[in-house]
């Protein structure tokens, strides 16, 4: 009978935090796709896009996007999968991860390279020009966002 309760307590309690995990990730998510349209009407407004512009623009810089995010996602990979040693301490080895850290950032200047000639097609040299200023605006807005929460409240 005690097993019985065991097990049975045992699966609420994973039940809980599979639906808790489950309903932050559909928060961390939805949060992320608000964000995504803000960041589109931020630019779209500072930019002053045609609808044609706009058509052409988005589908290409959301591939750039994600590119860069996979980009990032692999170097943080490394600290979640890095070993660790008997006191549960990360085991990093730094000078691998510096040296990844450099290489993904010439692998981002060579993304940016590469799409700034495909935004050249797209835009004209002023566009392209507030559409730089509006990425720099932006960052500037986040950190604006986040130092007013609070950093222990993203």
């Given amino acids: 009978m005690k097993r019985y309760i065991i097990l049975l307590l045992f699966g609420f309690l994973i039940t809980s935090i599979y639906a808790q995990n489950t309903k932050s990730e559909n928060s961390h998510k939805q949060r992320w796709e608000e964000m995504r349209a803000k960041r589109a009407v931020f630019y779209t407004e500072h930019i002053g896009f045609t609808a044609n512009e706009a058509r052409k623009f988005w589908p290409v810089y959301n591939e750039l996007q994600e590119k860069k995010e996979r980009l ?3 170097c943080f990979d ?3 999968r890095a070993k660790k040693d008997s006191n549960g301490k990360r085991v990093i080895d730094f000078t691998k991860v510096t040296n990844d850290m450099i ?3 010439v692998q981002e200047a060579t993304l940016d390279k590469y799409y700034h000639t495909k ?3 797209i835009l004209s040299p002023e566009k ?3 559409y ?3 990425e720099r605006e932006w960052a500037g807005q986040l950190l604006k966002e986040i130092e007013k929460r609070g950093w222990d409240k993203r």
């Fill in 119 to 121: 935004f050249k097609k």
């Fill in 78 to 80: 490394q600290f979640r």
């Fill in 72 to 74: 990032h996602r692999r």
């Fill in 103 to 105: 290489n993904m950032k």
């Fill in 128 to 130: 392209l020009f507030k």
């Fill in 132 to 134: 730089y200023n509006a």
